[in-house]
C-alpha cells in the first residue's frame, strides 16, 4: 500500500498551537489510548471507535434529533438528552437535524495524505521552528499511520514532534522515530502499582521505551502532570528527577500543574470523571518543584 494511503482514526486537528511543542504548530490528535487516566482532560481520546458527543450546554432541548433517530437511541430527561449508546450506530442524522450544534461524532477515519493537507495549511507559519505534532489518544496505537503522516512532513520541510505516553511495542517506537524530530514523552507515576492504580497499566514498558528514545538522540522533552495526592509530594519530585538523570539526562522536564478543564467532556461522551477533588498547586508548591528538580542539574520549566 502507499503509504499516504495509510489510514487512522483523528478526533481532532488543532491549528495554530503554541502549547504543543516549538513554534507555531498544527497537532494531530488520533484517537484511542491503552491508558485510562483518571485526571485525562481529553475522554473522548481514550477510546478508539468513534463517539457521538452531546454538548449538553448548547442544546436547546428542542427534541428534533429524536424524532430523526432511525435507531430509537435518544430521549429527552430533565437534564437534558439521553443517549442510549448500545442502541446508537453513528449513522449521523442526528447530528446533521441539530440546529445549535450540540451533537458531533468524534471520530474520523482518513488517510496520512489527507491529515497532511490540514497540516499544509499553516506551512507559511512554521518557519524554522514550528511544524507537525501527533497526539493523542496514544500515538503508538496508530503508529503506522503517525509515522506515514511524519514521513510526508519530512519530504516536504516540515518539523515533527511526537507526544506520548511511552506505552507501546519497540516496533510501533521505531516507525515513529524513523520520521520524529523530537520527543515529547509523559512520565507519570515512578511505582509500577501506582501507576497501574491511576492510570490502568504498569510502566516498566514506558520507562524502557523513554531509556530507547533517550538513547537515540533524539531531543526529549518529559513531561510530568503534577497531582498533588497523586505524584507532587517532595519525595515523588526527587524521584522523578532522579529517574530523569538516569534513563534521559539531557531532556528538558516540563511540570504541568493539576486542571479540572477537561471534567465537563466526560458527560458529553457518556462517561464518569473519576478522579477524586483535587486543589491545584499552589505558586509556593511549583517554585519548590521547580527548585528540586534544578537541584539535579536538570533543564525544567512549570506550567
Given at each position: 500500500?502507499?503509504?499516504?494511503?495509510?489510514?487512522?482514526?483523528?478526533?481532532?486537528?488543532?491549528?495554530y498551537?503554541?502549547?504543543?511543542?516549538p513554534?507555531?504548530?498544527?497537532?494531530?490528535?488520533?484517537?484511542?489510548?491503552?491508558?485510562?487516566?483518571?485526571?485525562?482532560?481529553?475522554?473522548?481520546?481514550q477510546?478508539?471507535?468513534?463517539?457521538?458527543?452531546?454538548r449538553?450546554?448548547?442544546?436547546?432541548?428542542?427534541?428534533?434529533?429524536?424524532?430523526?433517530?432511525?435507531?430509537?437511541?435518544?430521549?429527552?430527561?430533565?437534564?437534558?438528552?439521553i443517549?442510549?449508546?448500545?442502541?446508537?450506530?453513528?449513522?449521523?442524522?442526528?447530528?446533521?437535524?441539530?440546529?445549535?450544534?450540540?451533537?458531533s461524532?468524534?471520530?474520523?477515519?482518513?488517510?496520512?495524505?489527507?491529515?497532511?493537507?490540514?497540516?499544509?495549511?499553516?506551512?507559511?507559519?512554521?518557519?524554522?521552528?514550528?511544524?507537525?505534532?501527533c497526539?493523542?489518544?496514544?500515538?503508538?496505537?496508530?503508529?503506522?499511520?503517525?509515522?506515514?503522516?511524519?514521513?510526508?512532513?519530512?519530504?516536504?520541510?516540515?518539523h515533527?514532534?511526537?507526544?506520548?505516553?511511552?506505552?507501546?511495542?519497540?516496533e510501533?517506537?521505531?516507525?515513529?522515530?524513523?520520521?520524529?524530530?523530537?520527543?515529547?514523552?509523559?512520565?507519570?507515576?515512578?511505582?509500577?502499582?501506582?501507576?497501574?492504580?491511576?492510570?490502568?497499566v504498569?510502566?516498566?514498558?514506558?520507562l524502557?521505551n523513554?531509556?530507547?528514545?533517550?538513547?537515540?538522540?533524539?531531543?526529549?522533552?518529559?513531561r510530568?502532570?503534577?497531582?498533588?495526592?497523586?505524584?507532587?509530594?517532595?519525595?515523588?519530585?526527587?524521584?522523578?528527577?532522579?529517574?530523569?538523570?538516569?534513563?534521559?539526562?539531557?531532556?528538558?522536564?516540563?511540570?504541568?500543574?493539576y486542571?479540572?478543564?477537561?471534567?465537563?467532556?466526560?458527560?458529553?461522551?457518556?462517561?464518569?470523571?473519576?478522579?477524586?477533588?483535587?486543589?491545584?498547586?499552589?505558586?509556593?508548591?511549583?517554585?519548590?518543584?521547580?527548585?528540586?528538580?534544578?537541584?539535579?542539574?536538570?533543564?525544567?520549566?512549570?506550567?
Amino acid at each position: 500500500m502507499d503509504y499516504k494511503q495509510i489510514k487512522g482514526t483523528v478526533f481532532n486537528i488543532q491549528r495554530y498551537s503554541i502549547d504543543d511543542g516549538p513554534g507555531v504548530r498544527t497537532t494531530v490528535f488520533v484517537k484511542g489510548c491503552p491508558l485510562s487516566c483518571k485526571w485525562c482532560s481529553n475522554p473522548e481520546s481514550q477510546c478508539f471507535a468513534p463517539q457521538l458527543s452531546y454538548r449538553y450546554t448548547s442544546c436547546k432541548r428542542c427534541g428534533k434529533c429524536i424524532d430523526k433517530c432511525p435507531q430509537g437511541a435518544l430521549s429527552m430527561g430533565e437534564d437534558g438528552l439521553i443517549i442510549d449508546r448500545e442502541k446508537c450506530d453513528l449513522c449521523g442524522a442526528c447530528v446533521k437535524k441539530c440546529l445549535y450544534e450540540a451533537l458531533s461524532i468524534s471520530g474520523k477515519e482518513m488517510t496520512a495524505e489527507e491529515a497532511y493537507k490540514v497540516v499544509a495549511r499553516d506551512k507559511d507559519y512554521y518557519e524554522n521552528i514550528g511544524g507537525c505534532t501527533c497526539s493523542g489518544g496514544e500515538i503508538l496505537a496508530q503508529a503506522d499511520f503517525v509515522a506515514a503522516i511524519f514521513r510526508i512532513c519530512k519530504e516536504n520541510g516540515i518539523h515533527t514532534n511526537a507526544d506520548t505516553s511511552g506505552f507501546g511495542s519497540r516496533e510501533a517506537l521505531k516507525k515513529i522515530m524513523e520520521y520524529a524530530d523530537m520527543f515529547y514523552y509523559d512520565l507519570k507515576l515512578l511505582n509500577s502499582e501506582k501507576h497501574k492504580e491511576w492510570t490502568g497499566v504498569p510502566n516498566e514498558i514506558i520507562l524502557d521505551n523513554l531509556r530507547y528514545v533517550a538513547e537515540s538522540g533524539i531531543p526529549v522533552v518529559i513531561r510530568v502532570p503534577l497531582i498533588p495526592g497523586v505524584n507532587a509530594s517532595e519525595e515523588d519530585i526527587h524521584n522523578m528527577a532522579k529517574t530523569v538523570c538516569e534513563y534521559a539526562p539531557n531532556a528538558l522536564v516540563s511540570m504541568l500543574g493539576y486542571h479540572e478543564y477537561g471534567k465537563n467532556k466526560y458527560r458529553m461522551v457518556g462517561m464518569e470523571y473519576a478522579m477524586p477533588e483535587t486543589p491545584s498547586l499552589t505558586e509556593e508548591e511549583k517554585a519548590r518543584a521547580l527548585e528540586i528538580v534544578s537541584s539535579y542539574g536538570l533543564e525544567c520549566k512549570i506550567s
